[in-house]
């Protein structure tokens, strides 16, 4: 019995380093295929990169001209509102001159007619004293 015990045992040790071989041949295929996949996947990233590059390049190139593009149009629309801001003020000036040219214009017309009433009654009082003195 103790001989089969052996047998037995030499047979599991067998078996298991065979496994333990197995295993280890394994691992080393695994290994040359990740090896592998990972070269090729290297390569795939740098073909990519070098085909996006122009595309990258493109981009930045239209971005530049986009921001350049909404700077001048932010200068444009401050330089409009500067100009609005100025044509206000202007209608401004122009109302104050209107009304202040309408105050004038209404004490000239009052002084007109205060002056023409003077007139009338200095020609008349001069024609009363005129015919008074025939």
Same mark, same amino acid.
């Given at each position: 019995?103790?001989?089969?015990?052996?047998?037995?045992?030499?047979?599991?040790?067998?078996?298991?380093?065979?496994?333990?071989?197995?295993?280890?041949?394994?691992?080393?295929?695994?290994?040359?295929?990740?090896r592998r996949g990972?070269?090729?996947?290297?390569?795939?990233?740098?073909?990519?990169?070098?085909?996006?590059?122009?595309?990258?390049?493109?981009?930045? +190139?239209?971005?530049?001209? !986009? @921001?350049?593009?909404?700077?001048?149009?932010? *200068?444009?629309?401050? $330089?409009? &509102?500067?100009?609005?801001?100025?044509?206000?003020?202007?209608?401004?000036?122009?109302?104050?001159?209107?009304?202040?040219?309408?105050?004038?214009?209404?004490?000239?017309?009052?002084?007109?007619? +205060?002056?023409?009433?003077? !007139? @009338?009654?200095?020609?008349?009082?001069?024609? *009363?004293?005129?015919? $008074?003195? &025939?």
């Amino acid at each position: 019995m103790s001989e089969t015990l052996v047998i037995l045992l030499s047979i599991g040790y067998f078996l298991a380093t065979l496994s333990l071989i197995a295993a280890v041949i394994f691992l080393i295929v695994v290994a040359v295929e990740l090896r592998r996949g990972i070269n090729a996947f290297k390569e795939f990233l740098i073909s990519t990169k070098i085909k996006l590059e122009p595309a990258i390049d493109d981009a930045h +190139a239209s971005i530049k001209g !986009i @921001r350049s593009s909404i700077d001048n149009v932010n *200068e444009v629309t401050e $330089k409009i &509102r500067l100009l609005s801001e100025t044509v206000e003020k202007f209608i401004l000036i122009v109302s104050e001159f209107i009304s202040t040219f309408d105050k004038v214009k209404s004490a000239v017309s009052l002084k007109r007619s +205060a002056l023409k009433t003077a !007139i @009338r009654v200095a020609t008349s009082v001069f024609i *009363e004293n005129l015919k $008074k003195r &025939r």
